[in-house]
């Protein structure tokens, strides 16, 4: 049972959990999201967005100074973060009991890795652009936070590929390394910091305070998964057909902290040099230009979502191969 809790501890658990990584990152390529049991029960996030709801309406309120807001979302950290790892205990405990733990936590992993869903609506955006820019706008929409309404056909084409790049770390990558560290305690804690900042660590009034630790605690645990991207999509960009794989790391290396973020510079870098565009720059949310440096040259053009999604499966590819070398080592 030891080794499905944190496998990384016991050479056993090591490997029997680079089985059930490679067996969850396959599954998702292959079936992505299974619609049909979300029909019938909540998707694993929505359970956990409801939790922090709930929690929220407990420990935020209007009257609260700073110093207190930053403490209750301290709390809230804490609460749903400790609350995820203890599931994803049980969880592993249950299938360590079982002859099949490590199909059975492979199974459960799958559901909180977005490989397949993230290069579907991707690709999306492209077929919607080559329609007409209104369905690409439409398209783009459902994967970025930015108002789409005035973007013209490179506007759509940067955002979708900045999403591609940004949430292969945040939402494949990042996934897979805490699964494989922590197992499913590590894997369900992830995606509580992962939600949570997506929930609440914003830069606006309500949050600037409350959401400042589980931004900040975001941060560090993206921190491997942003420069593992970065570097994997440089080595693929060397055989993805369209892709330079030394203007990625050029890009990357040099210019990855012009980003705002002291992650997404990486993979975005990388992506932008990979097929020869300009990444990242201003933007609109909620009305406002956002102000922000660009990542590499280039106006992106629909052309540019089919090659970055065929470096994006390139790269996949070889997390699989990776993976599968690990268990054969």
Not at 53 to 75: C, H, M, R, V
Not at 101 to 128: E, F, K, M, N, Y
């Amino acid at each position: 049972m030891f080794e499905f809790v944190f496998p990384v501890l016991t050479e056993n658990g090591w490997a029997q959990g680079l089985q059930a990584v490679l067996l969850a990152f396959v599954l998702d390529l292959l079936f992505g999201e299974p619609k049909w049991l979300y029909r019938h029960m909540p998707h694993p996030i929505v359970w956990i967005g409801g939790l922090i709801e709930g929690l929220e309406a407990g420990l935020l309120k209007d009257d609260q100074s700073p110093a207190g807001q930053i403490f209750k979302g301290g709390a809230l950290v804490v609460i749903v973060v400790g609350l995820c790892a203890v599931a994803g205990m049980i969880l592993a405990w249950v299938a360590a009991f079982s002859g099949y733990g490590w199909i059975i936590t492979g199974v459960i992993g799958s559901t909180l890795i977005a490989a397949r869903s993230l290069h579907d609506h991707v690709i999306a955006v492209g077929v919607g652009l080559t329609e007409n820019l209104a369905d690409g706008r439409r398209a783009v929409s459902h994967i970025v936070g930015r108002d789409p309404k005035n973007l013209d056909e490179a506007g759509v084409s940067r955002a979708a590929l900045e999403s591609l790049a940004e949430n292969f770390s945040d939402g494949v990558v990042a996934p897979l390394f805490w699964f494989l560290v922590a197992g499913l305690p590590g894997l369900l804690a992830y995606k509580a910091i992962n939600t949570l900042d997506s929930m609440v660590g914003h830069r606006n009034t309500r949050y600037l305070y409350f959401g400042r630790i589980a931004a900040r605690l975001d941060d560090v645990v993206n921190w491997p998964a942003a420069r593992i991207t970065g570097l994997l999509f440089c080595l693929c960009a060397l055989l993805s057909p369209g892709s330079r794989g030394r203007e990625a790391w050029a890009v990357m290396w040099h210019e990855h902290g012009k980003h705002a973020s002291p992650n997404a510079g990486w993979p975005e870098g990388a992506m932008a040099g990979a097929l020869g565009i300009g990444l990242a720059g201003p933007r609109i949310y909620q009305g406002k230009i956002v102000d922000g440096a660009w990542l590499g040259a280039g106006e992106a053009g629909v052309e540019d979502i089919s090659r970055g999604c065929r470096l994006y499966c390139w790269t996949c590819g070889l997390v699989v191969l990776v993976l599968l070398a690990g268990i054969l080592v």
